[in-house]
């Protein structure tokens, strides 16, 4: 162990939180309708496999895409040679159409602010190479993706203080939520180096107000610190609220080309909105010249290859696809959406209004047996190996109230998501008759103690007057 680096040894990589155990634990018996209908469903993994058969039809219609051919002439060789970590000027021109395009055309975005990645983790873990250091802090509202203690931390010595957001508000961010994070990083001599927020939030499934982002916008400004929006669900925004990006509120502020400009950052991913996570891309979008020029040497560590950007090149190029897809995507999400609340409904759960992502943030509050972040994981080890449901504890997400869950509902089939239900529904049953059952013993013993002691009472009553008279 001598021989190995202090960043190797160290367990500040996140892989004990629960929120890593329940994959673990679903890997060792995941579900199979045919071959292995008990087992556990993974219900913990924010995939989109909603629109596979939008993707697999283009792919049939543009074979020259797929074999690598331009007007059906072999470009292989070119591609397996092409290494240039600035990446293919027309896959970067076709994505900044696309992250345009699912913004409504309300902003546009310059390729040359543009740093590709291998996926969304690369590309905060860069930023937060580029903008912290050990000794630097950066201030995450709760509850937050878990990945980012791994993402952000490991690697980069940073460290995150939590900007505790409640129930009370649906976790909105407020202005004094803010200060009180602020405050609690100076007292640790942490040095502030910036915000990062999801939006839509992960894992709360919602979009962020315009007043939440102006608030942002003002606190960066004021405290003269960076702000990361990661933007990776900006696709999956299925209802209202529209979704709001950062850029555009700095647009409409009419602050193109200040210093606040300079320090606003996006992370997007074409994991979320096109369901691709395997395909691993990811980009950073910035203003700020230096942040693009190291983060672009950095993306050395992790590229996206030219196979991969030649072929989505293609299909983000063609227009009626992507209006097409982006359509279909939110009408899908939306009735998925709807089958996990109804269904939740049904089992005497409800969880917090949602109009994005690929999961709800679950209310099981009522099915702790305390009030405690210990309750908590007893009920969430109860639903991973008795139920054979894989959800994430809101624990794991830094949520400083117990008994919210994550509960992803794109990564599976719908008859899928409907057996899910169905266990979960009886599973809530027999907690309602276990309790009701434990109170009815209450009360009959308190029921029963009142006769005794009436009893006793009333005897002794008789014994004292006998021995009067």
């Known amino acids: 162990m001598g021989l190995l ?16 155990l329940g994959w673990q634990e679903y890997e060792k018996n995941p579900y199979d309708e045919v071959k292995n209908p008990k087992g556990i469903i993974q219900m913990g993994l924010a995939e989109n496999q909603l629109c596979f058969d939008l993707l697999e039809s283009w792919l049939a219609k543009n074979p020259d895409a797929v074999s690598f051919k331009r007007e059906e002439q072999s470009i ?20 900044v159409d696309f992250m345009a395009e ?7 975005f310059d390729t040359d602010h543009l740093v590709l990645t291998a996926g969304a983790t690369s590309a905060n873990e860069t930023l937060m190479f580029c903008l912290a250091e050990k000794g630097d802090a950066i201030l995450l509202p709760t509850p937050y993706y878990p990945g980012f203690d791994r993402d952000l931390k490991w690697r980069t010595g940073a460290e995150i203080v939590p900007i505790q957001c409640s129930s009370s508000n649906g976790f909105q961010i407020t202005e004094s939520a803010l200060e009180a994070a602020y405050q609690e990083a100076q007292r640790k001599n942490l040095r502030v180096k910036g915000v990062l927020v999801t939006n839509p939030s992960n894992p709360l499934g919602t979009t962020m107000s315009r007043n939440e982002l102006d608030l942002l916008v003002n606190f960066v400004t004021d405290k003269e610190i960076h702000l990361i929006s990661d933007e990776i669900y900006s696709g999956t925004v299925f209802s209202s609220p529209a979704f709001v990006s950062i850029t555009e509120v700095l647009k409409d502020r009419k602050l193109e080309n200040t210093q606040v400009w300079e320090r606003v950052h996006v992370v997007y991913s074409l994991s979320k909105d096109l369901g691709l996570p395997g395909f691993r891309v990811g980009a950073i979008y910035s203003n700020d010249p230096i942040v693009v020029a190291a983060a672009t040497k950095m993306s050395s ?6 196979q991969t950007q030649y072929l989505l090149s293609a299909m983000l190029s063609d227009k009626k696809f992507t209006k097409e897809y982006i359509s279909k995507n939110h009408k899908r999400l939306q009735k998925r959406q709807n089958k996990l609340v109804s269904g939740l409904e ?8 949602s109009n994005a992502g690929l999961f709800c943030w679950v209310d099981m509050r009522h099915l702790l047996s305390s009030n405690t972040f210990e309750a908590e994981m007893e009920l969430w ?20 109230e117990p008994g919210w869950f994550r ?15 169905q266990r979960l529904k009886t599973f809530v049953s027999s907690i309602t008759i276990d309790n009701q059952t434990h109170q009815d013993l209450k009360n009959m013993r308190k029921k029963n103690r009142t006769k005794w002691v009436f009893r006793l009472s009333f005897q002794s009553f008789h014994d004292r007057e006998q021995g009067e008279r």
Do not use: W
Request: glycine residues 6%.
């Open 102 to 108: 699912i913004r409504g055309n309300k902003v546009s």
């Open 301 to 306: 560590f992790g590229l996206v290859s030219s």
């Open 381 to 400: 080890k109860r639903i991973v190996y008795d139920v054979k449901l894989n959800i994430s504890p809101g624990s794991s997400c830094h949520c400083t």
């Open 5 to 20: 680096s202090r960043k190797v040894t160290c367990n500040s990589h996140g892989q004990d939180s629960s929120y890593f």
């Open 407 to 421: 509960v992803c509902f794109a990564n599976m089939s719908e008859d899928t998501l409907k057996l899910a239900m």
């Open 346 to 353: 049904k089992a005497g759960i409800s969880c917090l209004e």
């Open 76 to 95: 292989f060789k070119e591609l397996a040679l092409f290494q240039d970590y600035h990446g293919l000027p027309a896959f970067k021109k076709a994505l």
